[in-house]
């Protein structure tokens, strides 16, 4: 009895003010919402639970905030979490401009960030921080996934639709190296203001620039926009195929699989993979009425590798914290023994997917095919290549 | 081939062509906002979340009720409007007597409640709508390829726009309307019902944006945020044709789809903001617009 008590003592001594507190933020009324979201707090709550609701007898409670997308709000909000309630994790994360201000007060004031919904890699590369892990996917592996399938495949010649802002540049600036590395070429592009809803005068474009591809460097409602105008004018019906480099489910289930089919992408994860995750998407879908994202199954993975670490070292220390999440494999319905680089990378599998026809299709959510796993050590960028401070020592 | 500063003369005409289906389709949009202003001096930041409700009526019918696209294309505008005139009985008509600004902050608080409680019951990925199987496939001509579906919209636009102009400016109602407006007190006397017009002029106004919305239903994803982005375009273009202006709006609206069009060729990533350049040169050199009234 005075045993229990005693360790007890020591290990509320170790978790400072006896609570674990993990902030949620998030776009939660925008663009961004429905691939994270509240889908995606939904999916942190649920690792909450699956734990137990508690870590070594210490209350585990969850704080959300919508960020809007915007930096500020987000670097604000975050502030204020870690100065008036001492939140010891941030999850989520899902605009890249929004994680790379929210990393910054992270590491001024020693605290643990999970970012799972941004698709920079800089995030791990020259915006690294002893502070922060990048979960669930990046553009590195977008661009090297989807673009080197292709032009292996004899898609040589590309003309590339770009979003007209970091995000875009940086994964125009990726496939451009990969296609023109593996013997391609990229024939035209077009920079399109972020967001545009008609499409049809760029469709035009590409298609008389007589390029067997045509590549999409962009996200969410744009691609959405692309592929929707693509199919009205006969993109695929007169020879040219098109290839999404950051397509989310939820952007596919959108289109339809009328508009989307035989298309190729690159995804971290998906809820059809093998029985595991099956089951744990089939428990998501009877809270939320809509099967995971990439995204929000990351939040889940995330949070419980996280909450696993603290109960083993039986601390909130971020760097004490951090280093047992470094030293020990994810595996989980995400990952299989997936790693986390001294930059922060959570390196595992990627999947290279095609959009399945209608006809294939055998339910509202059954979306793609596995064409290809590819290795995490072969999707993202060597640790030989990185500009993050704590690689280059 | 012929080029033009480097574009063969083809291309320049494919995207001219496109220009023009967008340019109606602005036209259109602008119509409804220039009438309400023009007759009943609203600015009505509802717009954008009524063509969105016009679209959303589409596909819930088409989804619920097996509502058909030609169906859809009547009966949504009746319903759509028909909300129109209980907001305008029961909301506009309260602060009809206060400043303009009442009216705009009222609409735009509308647009923000339907807006998020749409997003909360459908998120925001949006759906698509079906093209009508008799409107699908396309026409190749000798420039572009032009979905059949785009050649209606442009067809459909221009004629909704000419017969609206001509309700107003050309017929008797259309002058009752504008008398109305003009001095109520006086057009009272004369036995017309003023409150009546004024409620069915607001209720046209809203059912033009969801015939608009019907119309886009099948290019754009069906989402609860497709209305605030064109808004703001849709009103640079009222602003520049001259508030209120119903010839304006249309001859704008046609204008600034080719200008945005030759832009998305020339210089593509200004291609959002051309228009709102323009806005302001026309304002500099000409502050009513330019089919505006001086005040």
């Known amino acids: ?393 | 081939m012929t080029m033009i500063l480097g574009i063969p003369l083809m291309v320049l005409f494919g995207q001219l062509m496109l220009g023009l289906i967008n340019g109606a389709f602005y036209a259109l949009l602008s119509l409804g906002l220039a009438v309400i202003f023009g007759l009943l001096r609203i600015i009505n930041f509802a717009h954008g979340a009524q063509y969105m409700l016009g679209a959303f009526a589409a596909l819930l019918g088409a989804q619920y009720l097996g509502l058909n696209y030609w169906a859809a294309l009547i009966v949504v505008p009746l319903v759509v409007g028909a909300l129109g005139i209980v907001v305008e009985r029961f909301l506009l008509r309260r602060i009809q007597h206060l400043d303009h600004l009442y009216g705009l902050l009222l609409t735009f608080g509308l647009a923000l409640i339907l807006e998020g409680t749409l997003v909360n019951l459908f998120g925001v990925s949006g759906s698509s709508y079906p093209i009508p199987e008799a409107l699908s496939g396309g026409f190749k001509l000798s420039f572009m390829f032009l979905p059949t579906y785009r050649a209606w919209v442009l067809v459909a636009a221009l004629v909704v726009c000419f017969g609206v102009w001509f309700l107003i400016e050309r017929t008797r109602l259309g002058a009752y309307l504008r008398a109305g407006t003009e001095n109520p007190e006086l057009v009272q006397a004369f036995g017309i019902n003023v409150p009546l017009m004024v409620s069915l002029t607001y209720g046209l106004g809203v059912a033009l944006a969801a015939f608009a919305g019907v119309l886009a239903a099948p290019l754009y994803p069906v989402s609860p945020t497709m209305g605030s982005s064109l808004l703001i375009v849709v009103f640079a273009v009222v602003v520049i044709g001259g508030m209120g202006s119903i010839l304006g709006a249309i001859l704008t609206g046609l204008a600034m789809g080719l200008i945005e069009g030759l832009t998305k060729v020339f210089y593509p990533e200004a291609a959002n903001t051309v228009i709102f350049v323009v806005m302001v040169m026309v304002l500099m050199l000409r502050p009513a617009g330019l089919f505006g009234k001086e005040a």
Not at chain 1, 6 to 18: K, P, R, T, V
Not at chain 1, 153 to 174: P, Q, R
């Open chain 1, 1 to 393: 009895m005075m045993g229990s008590l005693l360790s007890a003592g020591i290990a509320q001594a170790d978790i400072s003010d006896g609570v674990i507190k993990i902030g949620y933020l998030a776009d939660m009324s925008g663009t961004y919402r429905d691939l994270a979201g509240p889908g995606g707090l939904d999916a942190l709550k649920m690792a909450v639970e699956d734990f137990g609701g508690s870590v070594n007898g210490m209350p585990i409670e969850v704080l959300s905030a919508d960020d809007r997308n915007s930096a500020d709000v987000g670097a604000n909000t975050v502030r204020g979490w870690i100065d008036q309630q001492n939140v010891d994790m941030v999850a989520g994360l899902v605009a890249s401009s929004v994680s790379i201000a929210v990393t910054r007060i992270l590491a001024e004031q020693d605290t643990l960030g999970i970012v799972s919904g941004s698709a920079a890699s800089s995030i791990t590369n020259e915006h690294c921080t002893p502070n922060h892990v990048h979960w669930v996917y990046d553009t590195y592996p977008l661009a090297h996934g989807t673009a080197k399938a292709i032009v292996d495949e004899g898609g040589d010649s590309w003309f590339l639709l770009t979003a007209d802002y970091a995000f875009g540049h940086a994964l125009e600036g990726d496939v451009e190296k990969v296609v023109t590395e593996n013997g391609g070429s990229i024939v035209g592009k077009v920079r399109h203001p972020f967001p545009t809803s008609d499409f049809s005068s760029y469709i035009l474009q590409a298609q008389g620039s007589g390029a067997k591809i045509v590549g999409l460097a962009n996200a969410g409602a744009d691609t959405v926009n692309a592929l929707t105008t693509a199919s009205q004018f006969g993109v695929v019906q007169s020879g040219q195929s098109l290839a999404g480099l950051l397509i989310f489910l939820n952007d596919v289930h959108a289109l339809g699989l009328e508009v989307a089919q035989g298309l190729q992408l690159t995804t971290g994860w998906y809820w059809d993979l093998n029985d595991e995750t099956r089951a744990w998407s089939q428990r998501y879908y009877e809270r939320n009425a809509r099967m995971p994202t990439m995204v929000q199954a990351g939040i889940y993975s995330s949070t419980l590798h996280y909450l696993n670490a603290v109960a083993a070292t039986g601390s909130d220390d971020t760097a004490t914290v951090r280093a047992k999440m470094g030293e020990t494999p994810v595996n989980d319905m995400f990952a299989n023994n997936g790693t986390i680089r001294a930059d922060g990378r959570m390196v595992h599998d990627m999947y290279l997917v095609k959009v399945k026809t209608p006809a294939e299709s055998q339910g509202e959510w059954d979306v793609y095919d596995v064409i290809r796993t590819i290795p995490g050590a072969e999707a993202y960028r060597p640790l030989a290549d990185s500009q993050c401070e704590l690689v280059k020592g």
